[in-house]
């Protein structure tokens, strides 16, 4: 027999609630393809860019980035 296993994931819940909103969390253009931006560790975030502060302030390792605003963080130009 096969036993079903359901594993409660509350980040995995939330990012894909943040996917579905549809909303850049950045410039909050809606509507728009979105990508995940994601860091390994808070703590290795400098927190001197805007960016970083917001995902410092929200404790959350991941943002969900329309692509024109994520190209711009990896192009060092978000902010």
């Known amino acids: 027999?096969?036993?079903?296993?359901?594993v409660?994931?509350?980040g995995r819940n939330s990012l894909?609630?943040?996917?579905q909103a549809n909303?850049?969390?950045w410039c909050g253009a809606?509507?728009?393809p979105l990508e995940i931006h994601h860091v390994r560790k808070l703590k290795d975030?400098?927190?001197r860019k805007q960016w970083?502060?917001?995902m410092?302030?929200?404790r959350r390792k991941t943002m969900a980035l329309c692509i024109d605003c994520h190209d711009k963080l990896h192009a060092g130009k978000l902010d």
Request: net charge neutral; glycine share 8%.
């Open 30 to 32: 809606e509507n728009v």
């Open 1 to 6: 027999d096969i036993v079903a296993r359901v």
């Open 45 to 47: 975030l400098s927190g």
């Open 8 to 10: 409660e994931n509350y």
């Open 16 to 19: 894909i609630k943040r996917l």
């Open 52 to 54: 970083e502060i917001a």
């Open 56 to 58: 410092i302030g929200r």
């Open 23 to 25: 909303k850049c969390e």
